[in-house]
């Protein structure tokens, strides 16, 4: 038997919280062109992305 709907969206929510730590660990070495990239995947996995990206300092990387 599958999952319920709430055990589902609590996996989704762990696997982007893990996904998320490992983005910003990476963030302290990254060059200018991985910072764009993390930035466009930030986009893609989240809806509060903007405020992540302004929190860790990515304004002017996404130009």
């Known amino acids: 038997m599958g999952c319920s ?5 609590i996996k989704r929510r762990r696997k982007r919280r893990q996904q998320l730590t490992h983005l910003k660990g990476r963030l302290a070495k ?9 930035v466009r995947k930030l986009r893609e996995m ?5 405020t992540l990206i302004g929190s860790w300092g990515l304004d002017e990387s996404d130009r």
Do not use: H, L
């Open 5 to 9: 709907e709430r055990q589902k969206e």
């Open 30 to 38: 990254a060059t200018p062109s991985e910072k764009q990239e993390i």
């Open 46 to 50: 989240t809806p509060g992305s903007e």
